[in-house]
């Protein structure tokens, strides 16, 4: 306990006296949502990191809610909706006086500048089980964890060097990990590994017995139930780079992991959910295109290929364990069109192969149509593809958006186009909180602005493939074991990985910083359950319950694991450089670890501080 409290003490007073502001943060949550009604511009299309998500936040582009004025202020008529800029600068930025963060110039020099990144603490305490998602390399088991992020940002001309690693504490408490005989020959570290290869049996319990039912589900993945048997630091470069820019063109090397596509919370292709791995990219940040000679501008590019390095946790066991590495070679392509105002669209399309310089190939192949999977002298290859569309309707605040994700290519594509389809759907929309104008006595700042956010993303395998083979899903691969992971934990869709997940919430914007409620539901294995249809050529003792025992249909039935995530989120500003942020989770859930009837409940609290110095 002793120790416990000695980290806590460590991450708490180093939060004081430093800053923070990093992607997907309260700040760039906040941006996104001045961006529904013009008062920000989003500075990145379909790929996102952190060196490319500075803001435009000088207002060249003011809001277009028309009748926002007409909304918060009596004194002007109904005829006279078109409030002035200054106007609208007001109404529409409840975090004005803040600092958020921003580089500074160095000798009034305009192309040398610097920003400080200062720490940025976080804690949570789960009671039952593990529960956290989109965190990068903290790892949010049973009992407390903590993690600390911060560094520094210099840009000299047309280099730009970005230093902000992540340190993480997980305590690691024991909880049941999924039960089963293994066919693992290893050491009993490895039953903490989710991958169904290891797992020729499922324990089930029928009246006052405990029997073993087959387990027809197949597929490889590394995604690490537990890491390890007691309390770990972790260190990981985070979002550290070096890089160079000449206009829009850019190259660089580090680990800055990109956000893909337009998903708030389950990303297909990439999410900060995983561990940070290395990675060369080259390509053009968001950049205006015109008719050559005519100088008719017609829309904004943005295009980035990248290599990256994954390693596989020290917890796997499956296909292709012997090799610890595997290279991602990636391709991230989006438009917006100038004639038509907040709509994008874009492709990411991923090849994934072992550790081998020969594998550089499948760069070429990113900019063909072949979908022929690679079997050459097993050297295998996995590929996947999403394309999204995004549209803002700035002048009422909403945002609509939608992916859809291919996996395996279908061999017949002329009646079965939507064979491993996946998809998301999404919307945000603006609403404005006039409760001065309600209540006239109520001080100026009441007049408040607010969030609707929904998303509805659908990973389950499709239903040819109950007669097929057993598909664990999207992100898994039969030669490439390892799956679309790094370090035990999916580079994409954290809560519906091989199932579904429905999110809303609602945030309330004020002066003094934000509130958002919001309700998730997720089953983050259908496929487990799914695949017990596809019967595979596996052959088990007799005393095993088989699909010819009438207890399998009713040991599988429905059995889908499902929470239900009831939350609150809130961050107060103490002044205009510090803020403290603090969350509350009830989690229901039902089917815990398939078990028909079996119930977890997990409290999850959460604590954060930020210092920005400016």
Avoid at 100 to 125: A, H, V
Avoid at 288 to 302: A, M, S
Avoid at 366 to 380: I, K, M, P, R, V
Wanted: charged share 20%.
């Amino acid at each position: 306990m002793k120790k416990i409290i000695s980290v806590f003490a460590l991450f708490f007073f180093s939060a004081v006296f430093f800053s923070q502001e990093a992607l997907k943060s309260f700040e760039e949550e906040y941006y996104e949502f001045l961006s529904l009604t013009g008062t920000a511009k989003r500075p990145t299309l379909g790929y996102k990191t952190l060196s490319d998500s500075t803001w435009d936040y000088s207002y060249d582009i003011p809001p277009y809610i028309d009748d926002i004025e007409y909304i918060y202020n009596d004194k002007i008529n109904e005829d006279q909706v078109e409030a002035t800029e200054e106007q609208k600068k007001t109404y529409i930025h409840p975090w004005r006086y803040k600092y958020l963060g921003r580089k500074k110039t160095l000798f009034d020099n305009p192309f040398i500048n610097y920003r400080f990144y200062g720490l940025e603490m976080y804690n949570s305490i789960n009671s039952e089980t593990p529960f956290g998602y989109n965190d990068g390399a903290l790892w949010q088991g049973k009992g407390y964890n903590a993690s600390i992020t911060g560094g520094a940002r210099f840009e000299l001309y047309s280099f730009e060097f970005t230093f902000k690693p992540q340190i993480s504490f997980s305590q690691n408490k024991y909880f049941d990990t999924i039960e089963g005989v293994q066919s693992s020959v290893l050491s009993d570290d490895y039953k903490y590994n989710y991958s169904w290869v290891n797992r020729d049996t499922i324990t089930r319990t029928w009246g006052t017995n405990e029997i073993e039912i087959a387990n027809y589900a197949g597929g490889n993945i590394d995604i690490v139930q537990r890491y390890g048997n007691s309390w770990f630091f972790n260190y990981d470069w985070g979002d550290s780079e070096i890089r160079c820019t000449i206009r829009t063109f850019t190259m660089g090397f580090g680990t800055q992991t990109p956000w893909l596509g337009p998903a708030y919370v389950n990303p297909m292709l990439g999410s900060n959910n995983a561990p940070s791995y290395p990675k060369f990219d080259i390509g053009l940040r968001r950049t205006k295109i015109y008719i050559p000679l005519l100088r008719w501008y017609i829309g904004d590019i943005e295009a980035r290929l990248w290599t990256g390095y994954l390693t596989q946790s020290d917890y796997y066991e499956g296909t292709n364990q012997d090799s610890d590495h595997n290279m991602l070679n990636a391709l991230s392509v989006s438009y917006a069109p100038a004639f038509i105002p907040g709509f994008s669209f874009g492709m990411n399309r991923i090849f994934l192969t072992k550790w081998k310089m020969e594998n550089l190939k499948f760069i070429g192949r990113l900019f063909t149509a072949s979908h022929e999977n690679g079997t050459d002298s097993g050297n295998d290859e996995d590929q996947k593809i999403a394309f999204y569309a995004d549209w803002i309707f700035s002048r009422i605040g909403l945002e609509v958006y939608g992916e859809i994700g291919i996996d395996d290519f279908s061999q017949n594509e002329e009646t079965n186009p939507f064979h491993t389809a996946i998809y998301t759907v999404g919307l945000k929309q603006y609403i404005p909180l006039p409760l001065k104008k309600l209540f006239p006595k109520l001080p100026d700042f009441m007049n408040l602005h607010s969030e609707l956010s929904f998303e509805w993303n659908n990973f389950e395998m499709s239903q040819d493939f109950q007669l097929q083979w057993p598909y664990l899903g999207y992100y898994s691969h039969g030669s490439i074991g390892q799956g679309y992971t790094n370090k035990g934990q999916v580079l994409g869709a954290a809560t519906s990985t091989f199932g579904n997940s429905q999110y809303l919430s609602y945030k309330v914007y004020y002066p003094k910083g934000s509130t958002k409620l919001y309700f998730h539901r997720f089953c983050p294995n259908n496929n487990f359950t799914n695949s017990q249809s596809a019967r595979s050529s596996k052959s088990f003792a007799d005393n095993v319950i088989t699909y010819e025992n009438p207890l399998f249909n009713s040991a599988y039935y429905a059995n889908y694991e499902t929470y239900y995530d009831f939350g609150i989120e809130t961050l107060f500003f103490v002044n205009k450089n510090l803020n403290i942020n603090a969350g509350f989770d009830w989690v229901e859930i039902f089917n815990w670890r398939y078990w028909q009837q079996r119930e977890k409940r997990n409290l999850r609290l959460t604590f954060g501080m930020k210092y920005n110095f400016m």
